[in-house]
């Protein structure tokens, strides 16, 4: 049982390139987030779905976008890099309410130069 | 209104001592309150969890106090260990929007 698998661990962007960072999960959860976590804060909810077809912003959405075609995938879109942009990204899911990720990732770091 | 402060930023415990990592809410809308454990190079993993309708829940070593008039709760540790050396993140859970709001985080260090 995999759980929440995320891809890739590590990537280096140049300022303004797109790229996707991928989370599938094998748990048949509905509810799935993507957190982004800086140095010596909290995770900071950027996008959240509750089901396939569904998806809503969070705290720091902007400069993101988000799809959910399945209930097993939801990859996160950067489509213009930026330096703020670095940062650790982790994918969650859950079973119950929006809101309780109980499962996540090992998560994407990501650097902008 | 949507924070949640946590302290203290850093922690050093003794094998075999209590760990205390608090939390403080402003929002009265908030109605569970997990705490995740954070291993270097790894996701956090949901640790215990508490509803404010209890003062207190333990499981194992693990102990969450919840104040709901101060708007305080806290996790101890007993007995730590070595292996509990990790990041620890308290979150709030709007009943509102659904939306989860972690503190800080506190590195803690058990020495042998």
């Known amino acids: 049982n995999a759980g929440v698998t995320q891809t890739p661990k590590f990537r280096i962007l140049k300022i303004g390139q797109s790229m996707t960072l991928q989370c599938t999960q094998d748990?048949?959860?509905?509810?799935m987030y993507w957190y982004r976590q800086d140095p010596g804060m909290g995770l900071k909810l950027i996008y959240y779905?509750?089901?396939?077809?569904?998806?809503d912003k969070g705290e720091v959405p902007n400069g993101y976008n988000v799809s959910r075609s399945t209930t097993e995938d939801f990859p996160l879109r950067l489509e213009l890099a930026a330096p703020s942009q670095t940062s650790v990204y982790f994918c969650?899911?859950?079973?119950?309410?929006?809101?309780?990720?109980?499962?996540f990732g090992d998560g994407t770091r990501l650097s902008i130069l | 209104q949507q924070q949640v402060k946590q302290s203290p930023q850093s922690l050093i415990v003794q094998k075999g001592g209590i760990s205390i990592i608090n939390c403080a809410y402003e929002?009265?809308?908030?109605?569970?309150f997990p705490w995740y454990q954070q291993f270097p190079g790894k996701g956090p993993a949901l640790l215990i969890a508490?509803?404010?309708?209890?003062s207190e829940k333990k499981e194992g070593r693990f102990t969450i106090s919840f104040n709901k008039s101060a708007k305080q709760f806290s996790l101890h540790i007993m007995d730590s260990q070595p292996g509990d050396s990790a990041t620890y993140f308290c979150?709030?859970?709007?009943?509102?929007?659904?939306?989860?709001?972690f503190g800080q985080g506190t590195t803690l260090q058990v020495k042998p």
């Open positions: 748990m048949n959860h509905n509810y």
């Open positions: 969650a899911s859950s079973y119950r309410r929006v809101g309780q990720p109980q499962h």
């Open positions: 508490i509803r404010p309708d209890v």
């Open positions: 979150a709030a859970l709007s009943g509102n929007t659904g939306k989860l709001i």
């Open positions: 779905s509750v089901g396939a077809g569904i998806t």
């Open positions: 929002n009265t809308a908030f109605d569970y």
